[in-house]
């Protein structure tokens, strides 16, 4: 296993989502240098079939080992739900692998919550990877899941803490299947980007319902692992580099949403 304390941490996403996942890595890890990868020619990965996400994941995968990652995140729950027992096998002992969701079931167990909510896009609800994972480790627990397909995009095109925001969140969150949750699981990695608007809309009808952000329980579950296996970067902050399959001037100027700085991102076409 690559236990090189100085090699980069690897991830990848359909888009920039992701990046919220970078982001808290960083703020808890400040000395690691990070590959990223954001599959921006076929984002969304949410309505991609299963068979396809796996071929994507395989390249983008093969990639980042290219670059003796030590780590390898797969920061996309979509990814997470069909691709990431695929990635880990191809892994091998050259790095290890993280999905974004594991985490957060460990999280919902140890917290005892028992009535769970899940919003996420349609591959990453109709995979049950949440609910199958959850009712394994306590079959008592009731999850209910939405697809909500309209987010990703909508924070991708940059509509975030506005008036559309504000009535897509509105329609989704007052549906059947959220009714009198504990907790709702944002299971997509562009979701915190509008945690505080979800949060808002829970705290105008008095209702208490902790929303979980999946991208500062995984980083924490990542520092823990890197703490105890003595991969943490302790030296000189290596430099970071961020790679896209598709590039737009616009494009660029979003990743400021997700990363709040500005980030250069390389044209890499690893899809030809």
């Known amino acids: 296993m690559n236990n090189n304390a100085h090699a980069p941490i690897g991830l990848f996403d359909s888009g920039i989502g992701g990046l919220t996942v970078a982001n808290a890595i960083l703020e808890q890890l400040p000395n690691e240098s990070l590959i990223y990868f954001g599959d921006t020619a076929h984002l969304p990965y949410g309505d991609k079939s299963a068979d396809t996400i796996r071929y994507f994941t395989k390249t983008i995968g093969s990639f980042l080992l290219s670059k003796e990652c030590k780590i390898i995140v797969i920061a996309c729950n979509t990814a997470s739900s069909v691709a990431f027992d695929m990635l880990e096998n191809m892994a091998g002992?050259?790095?290890?692998?993280?999905?974004?969701?594991?985490?957060?079931?460990?999280?919902?167990?140890?917290?005892?919550?028992?009535?769970v909510g899940v919003i996420g896009t349609l591959g990453t609800i109709n995979s049950n990877a949440y609910k199958t994972k959850i009712k394994k480790k306590d079959a008592d627990v009731e999850v209910q899941q939405l697809a909500t397909p309209l987010l990703a995009p909508m924070i991708e095109s940059g509509f975030v803490d506005g008036q559309i925001s504000h009535l897509v969140i509105e329609e989704y969150l007052n549906s059947p299947e959220l009714q009198d949750i504990e907790t709702l699981i944002l299971a997509c990695t562009h979701y915190p980007l509008i945690k505080k608007e979800i949060e808002a809309f829970y705290a105008a009808k008095n209702k208490k319902v902790d929303v979980l952000a999946t991208n500062e329980i995984v980083a924490a579950q990542i520092k823990r692992f890197m703490i105890e296996h003595g991969l943490v970067n302790y030296e000189k902050k290596g430099k970071s580099a961020f790679y896209v399959s598709d590039y737009t001037e616009s494009f660029a100027k979003t990743t400021q949403l997700f990363f709040k700085e500005?980030?250069?991102l390389i044209h890499l076409p690893l899809f030809k």
């Open 93 to 115: 002992d050259k790095a290890y692998v993280f999905n974004v969701i594991d985490a957060v079931v460990d999280e919902i167990i140890r917290k005892k919550y028992k009535k």
């Open 262 to 264: 500005s980030v250069d």
